[in-house]
């Protein structure tokens, strides 16, 4: 069925670092991309998305690829700071159909630090 | 704008006991999704909503959980009997329309069985 993996968590970096945050997914079709990210204390938000193949996603530093040869839309980001210290979560949605429900990955946790 | 509210936001009961979890979105948002997040795991659809008619409650465990969404506002979730295995944080999302994938999510409902 169709279904997001990510890498294991938690992912520990220094303030500055480069990051990586590796997202795969299985689905019929063609589906859209999606990364939300969850701070502390609130609620999941929409961080970026991609919607076909090749389109590369963007928003506060943060960049992801839709690579349909690899079934991958993995996060980076080239310099983070303590505060991106979230739980990032990668998504798909199928485009066929008519629910338009989001699959979630199990969520990788970054810690940032000083 | 206000953001989707959700109450409440923390309960524990014991197995057996009912509970309900009520949800307003956002104000014009047609679409509205009840999800699991079982803790490590990312979250999982139980029941979509469009306006006051259900889309999606394939992954909705019927004999126990149920949800309405009177007059295409606010939505109810209910649980009766809770099982151990249902601690989770629910979370309700909203959307302007079901194929965007762009959904806003409250802070979610944590609820522990005993």
């Known amino acids: 069925g169709d279904s997001v993996t990510q890498m294991e968590g938690p992912v520990t970096l220094s303030e500055e670092a480069f990051l990586t945050i590796n997202c795969t997914y299985t689905?019929?079709?063609?589906?859209?991309l999606f990364w939300y990210v969850q701070y502390p204390g609130e609620g999941l938000q929409l961080l970026l998305k991609?919607?076909?193949?090749?389109d590369k996603g963007s928003n506060k530093g943060f960049e992801a690829t839709y690579r349909k040869e690899t079934t991958s839309f993995h996060l980076e980001k080239g310099s983070v700071q303590v505060s991106d210290s979230a739980v990032y979560f990668c998504?798909?949605?199928?485009?066929?159909?008519?629910?338009?429900?989001?699959?979630f990955g199990q969520g990788t946790t970054l810690q940032v630090k000083p | 704008e206000a953001g989707v509210a959700q109450s409440p936001r923390y309960k524990i009961i014991e197995k057996r006991q009912s509970v309900a979890f009520w949800c307003n979105p956002i104000s014009g948002h047609a679409t509205l999704y009840w999800y699991q997040q079982i803790l490590g795991q990312g979250p999982k659809l139980l029941i979509q909503?469009?306006?006051?008619?259900?889309?999606?409650d394939s992954q909705l465990p019927k004999d126990r959980f149920s949800a309405e969404r009177l007059k295409g506002v606010d939505s109810t979730l209910k649980i009766q009997p809770a099982k151990l295995e249902d601690s989770a944080v629910y979370l309700c999302a909203s959307s302007l329309e079901r194929k965007t994938g762009e959904l806003f999510f409250g802070e979610g409902s944590r609820l522990t069985v005993l």
């Open positions: 909503f469009q306006n006051n008619g259900v889309v999606d």
């Open positions: 689905a019929t079709g063609y589906p859209s």
């Open positions: 991609a919607t076909k193949a090749d």
């Open positions: 998504a798909l949605r199928l485009t066929s159909g008519n629910t338009g429900k989001l699959i």
